[in-house]
């Protein structure tokens, strides 16, 4: 059930960037304006994320997991009959409140079933809709368009949705936590309008520029609030976000590495099916079908690595992981508008094979020596963490893709030679940041502090 919901939720967002340029015309709306669209849903997310781990813990996790879901589906079914530009914004501000408790809610249940000697296998389940998902988004997405309607990227989520529900309703388990306590206004309104403030700078930032007074403003402003909620949440009884958590070394370790690995992963994913489209020539569709070899290298080797953890350890496989990922980045530096499809959907194959060696570890590692109590805490930060690196790593690829793309244009480059030359470079940067994870990977993961995750060698 928490797969399906994640699956829709994660799915939502690639369908709807595909869609950007119907629904402008549908709208008869500017790009700054249908931007709102994705950004919109993305501040929301921002603001919700940092307070699902409390209302989780407090109201129970059945009860807030299926409002949540619930929340999303109805959004959804609003956003397929808006009528203005206006209504479709305001029903994906209300997507983002669902969405947002969606994933860390659903993590902290699954994590609470399995033991920690299990959550490796726990990780290859979460497999399914972190990586099909966003490699079904332009599949359906273009179908849907072509052939039947925009509403349809929405209205798809509505089975999806009431099924998931059903089972959760009938078959979950209620699960609340007595330390909850009172809830933290405080952290949250500081977590919201910061977390909320360089999300908008760092999706704003590559096209406005840095140096323009609303990024630099909602920047600055986003970090001084993060820093008051930093001093606030280790000074209150019962903050929103348990950033002590942090002194645990497992969980500080593994979210500074997945932040690199995820946030490679997201800004490779948010420029990839852009330069199958502008330089080579495809379809939403074909691209999808690009983008597809990657989900399925990480599927199938997720469940390989799944059994190779317990004796293994994670630290000699995400440092592999990341290692190989980095090496089947580096080819992308040098395409050509002439580079075979099929060349890069071999690569693409070997990308996802690269990243179940590192996410599944990383994933297992996390919750490695956190208490139940505070799985639903732990799984708030993760998604913040991971939300934010995200948007870090799209706003510093955008960045490197657009002022290399001006200074060729500059230089008299003809465009789409200097829009080669600016995705060149991006995913040069991509291989960097992969590289940057492994190494820190091999200077700070250790297997003995992961040893509760980890079968007894017999």
């Not at 994320?49 to 079914?77: C, E, N, Q, V």
């Not at 330069?275 to 989900?295: D, E, F, I, N, R």
């Not at 350890?313 to 580079?339: C, Q």
Request: with cysteine.
């Amino acid at each position: 059930m928490f797969v399906l919901g994640l699956f829709v939720e994660i799915m939502d967002t690639t369908i709807v960037n595909v869609a950007i340029p119907t629904l402008s015309t549908e709208f008869d709306s500017s790009r700054a304006s249908m931007e709102w669209v994705v950004l919109g849903y993305l501040l929301s997310l921002a603001i919700w994320i940092p307070a699902s781990g409390w209302i989780g813990d407090r109201i129970g996790t059945k009860k807030t997991f299926l409002f949540a879901l619930a929340t999303f589906t109805i959004a959804s079914m609003l956003c397929g009959q808006a009528h203005s530009l206006s209504e479709l914004i305001l029903f994906r501000i209300l997507q983002g409140v669902g969405g947002g408790m969606l994933t860390p809610v659903g993590t902290a249940m699954l994590f609470r079933v399995f033991p920690p000697a299990e959550r490796a296998r726990a990780s290859t389940i979460l497999f399914v809709p972190t990586v099909i998902a966003p490699a079904l988004g332009p599949l359906v997405g273009g179908l849907l368009i072509d052939h039947a309607s925009w509403r349809w990227i929405f209205y798809v989520n509505a089975p999806i949705g009431l099924l998931g529900f059903l089972f959760g309703f009938f078959f979950l388990k209620e699960s609340k936590e007595p330390s909850a306590g009172k809830f933290d206004l405080a952290g949250f309104s500081l977590s919201a309008i910061g977390f909320a403030g360089i999300l908008y700078a760092l999706s704003q930032g590559p096209e406005k520029g840095w140096g323009s007074f609303a990024v630099l403003m909602t920047g600055i402003g986003g970090m001084a609030l993060l820093a008051a909620l930093g001093w606030v949440e280790t000074h209150v009884a019962h903050p929103m976000l348990a950033l002590r958590l942090y002194r645990e070394k497992m969980f500080r370790t593994s979210n500074f590495i997945n932040t690199l690995a995820y946030g490679g992963f997201a800004s490779f994913l948010f420029l990839f099916p852009q330069m199958v489209q502008q330089m080579l020539g495809q379809s939403a569709l074909s691209s999808g079908l690009t983008s597809l070899p990657q989900a399925v290298g990480m599927i199938v080797m997720s469940q390989v690595v799944g059994k190779l953890y317990q004796s293994v350890g994670p630290r000699r496989l995400v440092i592999f992981g990341l290692s190989m990922v980095t090496l089947s980045n580096i080819p992308f530096s040098f395409i050509s508008l002439d580079t075979s499809l099929w060349t890069i959907r071999l690569l693409m194959l070997l990308r996802g094979m690269s990243m179940a060696f590192s996410f599944v570890p990383l994933q297992a590692v996390t919750y490695a020596n956190i208490s139940k109590s505070d799985t639903g805490r732990a799984s708030a930060i993760f998604s913040t963490q991971r939300q934010m690196s995200a948007a870090l790593g799209v706003a510093v690829l955008s960045t490197i893709f657009i002022s290399r793309f001006n200074h060729l244009s500059d230089l008299g480059v003809r465009p789409d030679a200097a829009m080669l030359g600016g995705y060149r470079l991006a995913f040069a940067a991509t291989a960097v940041i992969s590289g940057a994870g492994a190494i820190l990977a091999s200077l700070t993961l250790r297997d003995a502090d992961a040893a509760s995750t980890m079968h007894a060698k017999k």
